[in-house]
Nanobody, 114 residues
Framework: QVQLVESGGGLVQPGGSLRLSCAVSGSRFGFYLMGWYRQAPGKQRDMVATISSLGIKNYADSVKGRFTISRNNAKNTVDLEMNSLKPEDTAVYYC????????WGQGTQVTVSS
């Protein structure tokens, strides 16, 4: 059974940084595209960043230059380094694995506020 467990969320002031991590178990991690998505209250879930099995990265325009996605296939983890955070980055952040059914973590809250 595939499990994705996020960690690292919290409250941070505007301009601050956070690092999210997702630990994956029960899957052939290295074969799959991995991603981070976010959902703000009353809004749809949107892609933040993805990284392919070959390490090709893709970012939403709103986070380019501020966020960095990375993966460690030996440890089955995918991280999201978030810098220069803005209030509009406030959301629940979800880890995603593009396997046959599309697997999601439970989400971790990120709040950017002074």
């Amino acid at each position: 059974q595939v499990q994705l467990v996020e960690s690292g969320g919290g409250l941070v002031q505007p301009g601050g940084s956070l690092r999210l991590s997702c630990a994956v178990s029960g899957s052939r991690f290295g074969f799959y595209l991995m991603g981070w998505y976010r959902q703000a209250p009353g809004k749809q879930r949107d892609m933040v960043a993805t990284i392919s099995s070959l390490g090709i990265k893709n970012y939403a325009d709103s986070v380019k230059g501020r966020f960095t996605i990375s993966r460690n296939n030996a440890k089955n983890t995918v991280d999201l380094e978030m810098n220069s955070l803005k209030p509009e980055d406030t959301a629940v952040y979800y880890c995603y694995q593009q396997d046959s059914r599309g697997s999601w973590g439970q989400g971790t809250q990120v709040t950017v506020s002074s």
